[in-house]
């Protein structure tokens, strides 16, 4: 795709994420992943730059996921109104360890497994 930015393929999965930053601490849920970010679904998506706390369960795993993330972008709501996006924002994930990297990548491939047909 032209002006692609993205450096890994997103898959869609809906997890119930948490995620926050000074302020305090929301839940709401992905609407797709990657190893390096997601899109959360939220009608009140943070400023674009702005540095967040992401912690989220994939399936199989019981303990949760805890990261440092960005804003990378955002839909707002009145976009929505007058397109087909859907209000959210798009996280870049920092400072995976190794082990929670490899647990996210293990279900995202299993999520493309289940594409393969």
């Known amino acids: 795709m032209v002006g692609e930015k993205r450096r890994t393929t997103r898959v869609n999965a809906r997890?119930?994420?948490?995620?926050?930053?000074?302020?305090?601490?929301?839940?709401?849920?992905?609407?797709?992943?990657s190893r390096g970010g997601m899109f959360i679904s939220t009608k009140d998506p943070l400023k674009p730059g702005t540095g967040v706390s992401v912690e989220f369960v994939v399936p199989d795993i019981r303990v949760p996921i805890k990261v440092k993330g960005r804003v990378q972008w955002t839909n707002d709501l009145q976009q929505a109104k007058y397109s087909n996006l859907i209000p959210g924002m798009g996280i870049e994930l920092h400072s995976l360890s190794s082990d929670e990297q490899k647990k996210l990548n293990n279900f995202i491939d299993k999520?493309?497994?289940?594409?393969?047909?």
């Not at 926050?20 to 992905?30: K, Q």
């Not at 999520?111 to 047909?117: E, M, N, R, V, W």
């Open 111 to 117: 999520l493309f497994l289940k594409l393969d047909y």
């Open 15 to 33: 997890l119930k994420v948490r995620y926050g930053d000074v302020t305090g601490f929301i839940s709401d849920y992905t609407m797709n992943i």
